[in-house]
C-alpha cells in the first residue's frame, strides 16, 4: 500500500501520517555568504546607477554652460558730429550680414548697436558706413569681433575712428532710425 493516497477497495487505510519533509538546514556560512553576495550585488547596481546619474548631471552641466557662454554681447556707442548719418551691421567676416541696424542718425552720443547675442562659434565683423547727407558713404570700416567689447565710434563723415573703451555702467540712448521717404 502506497502512502498518501487512498488505499484500493477492499484494503483497510494505513493509520500513519505521511511523513513531514524537512527544509535542509542552511549552514550559518552559507547564509552569510548568501547575505554578502545579495549585498555585493546591490552595491554594485546601486554603483553603476550612481554613476550614470553622476554622468549624467556632469553632462547635462555642460551642455547649460555651454549655452550660457555660447554668445557674448557687443555695444557702439557713437559721438559723430551733428547731423551724420551711419550705416551699422555685423557679419560673418564674409559676406554674410547677421544683424543690421539700418541707417541711423549717430550724432551726438548714442548707442549705435547693443547686440547680447553674438555667437561665439566664429570670427564676426562689425561693419559701419559713415554717410554725408544719405549719398553713398564716405568710408567703411570694420572691427573684428572676439569677446564682449564696446567701442566708441568719433570724428565726423570724413574723419571717424573707432576706439575700443571699458563697458560703461549706462549707456546713451539708442540712435534714432532714419526712415526714407
Partial sequence: MTR???????????????????RPRIRRRTRKRQ???????????????????????????????????????????SSLEVGTPCHAYITDCKDKTLFDNGMMDCSDPCLLMKRDDIPDDGPYCFYLNVHKNFETPTGEKFLELEENECTQIDGNFINWTFNKVPCPETYPKVCPPITSN
Avoid at 51 to 60: D, Q, R, S
Wanted: no cysteine; glycine share 6%; hydrophobic share 45%.
Fill in 4 to 22: 498518501g493516497r487512498l488505499p484500493p477497495v477492499g484494503q483497510e487505510a494505513d493509520r500513519r501520517p505521511p511523513p513531514i519533509r524537512r
Fill in 35 to 77: 547575505r554578502l553576495n545579495t549585498k555585493t550585488g546591490n552595491s554594485f547596481t546601486s554603483a553603476i546607477f550612481v554613476g550614470v546619474a553622476i554622468a549624467l548631471t556632469i553632462y547635462v552641466i555642460i551642455k547649460f554652460a555651454d549655452i550660457v557662454e555660447a554668445s557674448y554681447m557687443y555695444r557702439a556707442m
